[in-house]
């Protein structure tokens, strides 16, 4: 059991770069994403960007803000040097490098190569002999970072960062490795692992330390699995089962300390910290078996998924430690909903899919990539959202700059360099193999060749989702094969919002699907949120999904007070925003009908190609005398990814339609 348990790990990482395992006899593989090629325009378009722009500007970025100067002292340590910035500035470097790796193994590209061999050459200099790698403590040993404190580990609890620098350290060299074949930098992150394995445990000599900031165990368990030393494994798992035990202990603010993991069932504290703890402990409880650890994460997927889930698919609702609000706290206009946190959910629910195989988180995964994710980033790539809020007056002061503008870079950068690392990866999240079930998880148009029981089977995709619900899947096994397709059926079909009652569909429509294969119609009952076609296939086999497509109301539960008395607009996965550039009056004095009629528009030219909406309101407005009145207005609407393109104004997701939602 466990050597194919840790076979199916190594098809995990598929998602960094690793070749697909065969008969890995744990419930779900990942396809590697250099097996699937995206064509379609709305992810090719985001694909290139992240190319084209995102990963140049954010090493560029990297020389200009000093991120590569920092690792030139630290060769060169000295006590006249200034330690400013921040504590993981280095993180920065690692997730550049680490979305280039990916995007070079889909374009190859000698020029990057070498020059990220020219900024490796840099990094392994200012590494120590005993291999630790920290330059906010290394520069400067004497007067290190403030957050750091004059001995290590001493502060890694609370700000310094020390194992935070270390999992995107990991995450990073393996991508590099996995792209390049070299060790150059796999090597360094070993040696910094093992510094922190030496020193860190409840042996004689060792500290008792857990990491203020979570992203470690998700590394140290891909270490494991790439270099077979259990030993990596051992310190993730201690990461985690200490977490609560130590001096933090009650500390649930900011980092999940307040109880041991296996007692925590809300998700408390800095949003993102938390969600990379949650996906560490799906990949240590699938790397070991450890059934304890499933059951906590997903009691805590529950609290999240019924309790403090946005629509647009963010999470952690305040300002404060950038966290997690109480139950049902969603406020709108000033909604955290870091970038960071939601690329930290899809990881989560992705892990969940592989341990459970539902669809029901891919429909967690779908809203949040559609909508609180991308958001993050401008259409052209070049440009960023650090908080992601549902609301904007242009007037509410952020911690990251002042009013809401998309900036090309921040102080504390994470966002920028986390959508880097990212978007690159996405194809490796639209197929998924089990035995003799290959599963389709997501809608876009593309070419693949996939490994199913040991057998290559080309499939293609050609859509124009998530404009339209028609999807051609075509499957050519090399020559006749019996499988089962799992095609899918997204939440919103089936008349669900989310896997829960936090937000419901308010319309009384019911949307239908169709299946055919070679234009027959196929009938199946779903599996777990899957259509299945078990058959034996033959080459340029056709299969054909219609999903219905039309703009819905959303209401969400009466305990979420903010939404009291409002509505929301989606169609498909897309959730929809009300903005200033398309409205000449105040969006947030617009009454939405009881029964609204919503048409769709094509607009090709307007925002990369979009579908608008619109539909018919009323205006509610003072005149001179004070008197209100009325007046009939038509209200545009745009896809809430594409906000805040055209400058800063007001926006809003949820619309009021009732006056009680005045209050």
Not at 61 to 78: D, I, L, M, Q, V
Not at 125 to 134: C, I, K, R, S, T
Request: proline share 4%; glycine share 8%; with cysteine.
């Amino acid at each position: 059991m466990k050597n194919s348990i840790i076979l199916f790990l190594l098809t995990l990482y598929c998602l960094t770069g690793f070749s697909q395992t065969k008969g890995s006899g744990y419930p779900i593989n990942p396809v590697p994403f250099t097996s699937v090629k995206v064509t379609d325009q709305f992810w090719g378009q985001r694909l290139n960007a992240s190319r084209e722009v995102t990963i140049p500007l954010a090493f560029g970025k990297c020389e200009e803000t000093g991120r590569y100067e920092n690792f030139h002292k630290a060769a060169h340590p000295s006590p006249d040097y200034k330690v400013g910035g921040f504590s993981f500035d280095d993180t920065d470097v690692y997730k550049t490098i680490e979305g280039a790796s990916y995007s070079m193994q889909t374009w190859p590209d000698k020029k990057l190569v070498r020059y990220i061999d020219s900024v490796l050459t840099i990094v392994a200099a200012a590494q120590e002999p005993d291999g630790y790698l920290f330059t906010a403590r290394t520069m400067n040993p004497q007067h290190p970072h403030d957050w750091v404190g004059h001995e290590r580990w001493a502060k890694v609890e609370e700000y310094s960062h020390e194992f935070y620098n270390l999992g995107h350290l990991l995450e990073s060299a393996i991508a590099h490795y996995q792209a390049t074949g070299k060790r150059n930098f796999l090597d360094i992150a070993i040696r910094y692992a093992d510094c922190v394995e030496r020193s860190i445990g409840d042996k004689p000599g060792q500290v008792a330390r857990v990491p203020g900031h979570q992203i470690a165990e998700m590394g140290l368990a891909k270490l494991y699995v790439v270099t077979g030393e259990k030993k990596y494994l051992d310190l993730a798992k201690y990461f985690l089962d200490k977490r609560g035990y130590t001096a933090r202990k009650g500390d649930a603010f900011t980092r999940q300390m307040h109880k041991p993991i296996l007692e925590q069932d809300e998700a408390v504290g800095h949003a993102v910290r938390a969600v990379y703890m949650y996906s560490g402990i799906a990949d240590v409880a699938a790397l070991t078996g450890d059934e304890a650890y499933i059951h906590a994460i997903d009691r805590l997927w529950d609290n999240v998924v019924s309790k403090k889930l946005y629509i647009t698919g963010g999470i952690g609702a305040r300002h404060q430690h950038e966290s997690f609000g109480d139950n049902y706290e969603l406020p709108n206009l000033t909604a955290y909903n870091e970038t960071c946190a939601a690329i930290a959910n899809v990881y989560w629910n992705y892990r969940l899919f592989l341990l459970h195989g539902e669809a029901k988180y891919f429909d967690v995964l779908e809203r949040t990539l559609y909508n609180g994710l991308i958001s993050g980033v401008s259409l052209d790539g070049g440009t960023f959202f650090y908080p992601n809020p549902l609301e904007s007056d242009s007037k509410f002061k952020f911690n990251r700059g002042s009013t809401l503008v998309r900036q090309p870079w921040f102080d504390s950068s994470c966002c920028p360099s986390n959508v880097s690392r990212f978007i690159p990866s996405l194809p490796g999240y639209v197929y998924a193999v089990k035995n003799n079930d290959l599963y389709v998880n997501l809608f876009m148009g593309n070419d693949a060749v996939l490994d199913v029981e040991g057998k290559k089977v080309a499939v293609s995709q050609s859509t124009d989702y998530p404009w339209t619900g028609d999807i051609n899947i075509k499957v050519s096994p090399r020559s006749k094969q019996q499988f089962t397709l799992k095609v899918r059926v997204p939440g919103w079909v089936q008349g669900e919002v989310v896997p829960s009652d936090l937000y419901s569909y308010a319309d009384g429509k019911k949307l239908n699907y169709t299946v055919t294969v070679n234009g027959a119609k196929v009938d199946s009952k779903l599996e777990k949120g899957y259509f299945a076609i078990s058959r034996q296939w033959k080459k340029d086999d056709v299969v054909k999904v219609h999903f219905d497509m039309e703009p819905r109301v959303v209401k969400a539960n009466d305990k979420v007070e903010a939404d009291r008395g409002k509505i929301s607009i989606e169609r498909g996965p897309i959730v929809y925003c009300a903005e200033w550039a398309d409205n000449d009056f105040d969006i947030f004095s617009v009454v939405i009908n009881q029964k609204p009629e919503i048409r769709v528009e094509t607009k090709p030219d307007l925002l990369k190609g979009i579908h608008q909406l619109k539909t018919t309101a009323q205006l509610l407005a003072q005149n001179e005398t004070g008197r209100l009145q009325v007046k009939d207005v038509t209200l545009s609407l745009i896809p809430y990814y594409a906000w805040n393109h055209r400058g800063s104004g007001k926006m809003s997701v949820w619309l009021l339609q009732n006056l009680n939602g005045l209050n």
